[in-house]
């Protein structure tokens, strides 16, 4: 039994690489939807503050967060799926490789990643806490940790291992603006810290 | 196979387990998984209606529940009158019994702690789940984590959905309930809610409010306790204010002549915010009044709080003023 399992572990093992991206990019949208849900609010505040929100404002914030948060998921999905099979990160290879794109891609990846993490960490909770009651909780957590390792930190790795050499420095900036909104919002919004500090 | 080999690919099942979870909680999560739910039954051959993705943002299905509560209205046996005392308050009350037929007064009573929204909200989802979304907001440093758009977010997917129907639907019906009325005194509609052509346009589209002939200089009145939302000026509406109430509810008031408040202002119900006008795309003197709840918008004039019953027999009758 014990032999039969560590040889479908190793075969799904051997396979990982054709399917753990899926996992990576959906740990981060859970992160990006934790954030965006905050987005039509903040949406809302800047337009009003520009002098830009007619009376019929509020579905066009809400549009707009729907808009970015699929915006965002393809440009994830893009991103992990050119990177598979990607060296692992080296400074000295991002040192070679740096540019806008490669600077805005750890910084929006954590916050999302530890965000999408903790969304799923309070899913397992959910799900368990009917038959556990308050054990459930510590196994939420043990899952966004193990969630966090398996697919955030192994994701991001390969995300800096996947650069390409950069033809301008500022390569990727159009980027920025999307990716660093949604990671501020995601840091700020998504992540169970604020409170205790 | 060498052992460097052996050790990469360890943990397979693991890994294909959270990468199962992550993307289950992605399908039915987010809008992106709606997306893909729907393209996946699309090419299927499922028969399947697009998802609203603005759902995922701002409470879905209300008007409809709205919009039945508020053919309700008129069905007076239906409304309870007084609350006892230290009992769930009016006009929480009637909305409660409108939208959650299903829930007793005497349940409402029994559960009542102080906040009509947070013993809605346990009715509907019980106790428990409740306080584990509030104490999860709490922990990501939200302010004002006890009300429920704030800890939303943190509840089960399933659990949000039913309690963006029931809990944000009574509350928002509470809120329209308790209203104040924009102009105080006499006045005329001059344009109800509903499709029209519009006076100055000649377009064929939906009036998204109620038109109150007025003269310039009458005082606008915030319906509802609130929070200035924005204030501004533009060619169609002339100068406008827009208020939050909370639980999705919206109003703004158009053709102003003086905008008394500025952005961010709180407000209280019937306190004065603006001075009606004739500015903007209009053709006469006149506010142009409109609720929203949610992303739509909703007739008020049947939830005018002296004409709820047989208040559409008016509408129609005056002269359209434009708006």
């Not at chain 1, 799900?127 to 909780?137: C, D, H, I, K, V």
Request: aromatic letters at 8%.
């Amino acid at each position: 039994m014990f032999r039969a399992l560590v040889a479908i572990d190793q075969a799904l093992g051997a396979t990982r690489p054709g399917w753990r991206w899926i996992g990576e990019v959906s740990l981060v949208l859970l992160g990006v939807h934790l954030a965006a849900d905050r987005l039509d609010d903040a949406v809302l505040g800047f337009l009003a503050s520009m002098g830009w929100l007619g009376p019929d404002g509020t579905p066009v914030a809400a549009y707009l967060a729907v808009g970015l948060e699929l915006l965002v998921a393809a440009r994830v999905a893009a991103i992990l799926l050119l990177s598979v099979g990607a060296p692992p990160a080296t400074w000295a290879h991002f040192k070679a490789n740096w540019s806008i794109e490669g600077v805005v891609r750890p910084l929006f990846w954590v916050p999302t990643a530890a965000a999408g993490a903790w969304v799923l960490g309070m899913a397992v909770e959910d799900a368990l806490s009917p038959y556990l009651g308050e054990p459930a909780f510590w196994l939420g957590v043990i899952a966004a940790l193990i969630a966090g390792w398996r697919l955030g930190i192994t994701a991001l790795g390969r995300l800096i291992g996947g650069l390409f050499p950069p033809k301008r420095r500022t390569d990727g900036w159009m980027w920025a603006l999307p990716l660093l909104l949604t990671a501020s919002l995601a840091a700020r919004y998504g992540l169970p810290v604020w409170g205790w500090l | 196979m060498s052992e460097a080999l052996r050790a990469s690919r360890r943990l397979g099942l693991l890994d294909l387990g959270l990468v199962l979870l992550a993307a289950g909680a992605v399908w039915t999560h987010t809008p992106v998984g709606a997306s893909l739910d729907y393209a996946v039954r699309r090419t299927l051959g499922y028969e399947v209606t697009a998802p609203s993705l603005t759902a995922y943002f701002m409470a879905p299905a209300k008007r409809e529940l709205l919009e039945r509560a508020i053919e309700d209205l008129g069905e007076t046996t239906l409304i309870p009158t007084e609350a006892p005392e230290n009992g769930f308050p009016q006009p929480y009350r009637t909305a409660a019994a409108l939208v959650m037929p299903e829930v007793l007064p005497a349940e409402l009573d029994e559960a009542w702690d102080g906040s009509p929204e947070a013993t809605l909200e346990q009715l509907v989802l019980g106790e428990e789940l409740r306080t584990r979304a509030v104490e999860r907001a709490r922990t990501a440093g939200l302010a004002d984590a006890e009300r429920y758009a704030v800890h939303r977010p943190f509840l089960p997917a399933a659990a949000a959905r039913k309690a963006d129907a029931k809990v944000e639907a009574a509350m928002a019906l509470g809120k329209i309930l308790d209203m104040q009325w924009p102009i105080a005194g006499e006045h005329r509609i001059s344009s109800g809610y509903g499709m029209r052509t519009h006076p100055v346009t000649g377009v064929h589209k939906l009036h998204n409010g109620v038109d109150l002939a007025v003269p310039v200089g009458t005082p606008v009145l915030a319906i509802q306790d609130g929070k200035v939302a924005a204030i501004g000026e533009d060619q169609a509406n002339g100068r406008f204010v827009v208020v939050d109430h909370g639980s999705n509810v919206r109003t703004s008031y158009c053709h102003l002549d003086e905008q008394l408040v500025k952005r961010g202002d709180v407000v209280t119900r019937g306190v004065l915010i603006a001075k009606s006008g004739n500015t903007g795309r209009s053709t006469g003197p006149h506010l142009h009044f409109t609720l929203r709840v949610g992303k739509k918008t909703v007739d008020p004039l049947p939830l005018k709080p002296r004409e709820r019953s047989g208040a559409r027999e008016g509408l129609g009758a005056g002269e359209d003023l434009g708006g």
